[in-house]
């Protein structure tokens, strides 16, 4: 998870290498967002992001299309997304269209994990006695191994 401070220099140094324009107003994470990676401020000019995606590898490019919305309307230019100005400039930095499903980026659950003597593998999302189940391979008991993550 970033700082504050980290954020506002990382949009500062997205706005200079891909935009050629530098960012003057202020980015800051805001825990309401759920479901938008960002969102641009019309009347402010500022920028808030979605701390939850920030350790995403497409956070970049959230930055990237909330800038979009910021310099076309500061440059008075249509800076909405169905306007043509936003879908060229957003093309040519490569931004994000939509903001990443946050459940794509949480494939991973957690499984506990039994094997038997014979070293056959079990998962199973809730834990169980071993005391009251074989192996259907074998017929031997399961030992209780421990939490692993699945895919
Ligand atoms: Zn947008
Ligand atoms: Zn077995």
Redesign the pocket.
Known sequence: MMTEIELQNLVKQVSISYFNLTFQHKASFNRRLKTTGG??LLQTHNLEFNPSMSDLPEFIGIIK??LV?YHLHIANKGYQ?RDLDFKQLLQRVAGLRYAPKLSDSKKHYRLWLYRCQNQHSVYRQRRFNTANYRCVKCGERFNFIGQVNHE
């Open positions: 969102r641009y299309h909330e919305h997304h």
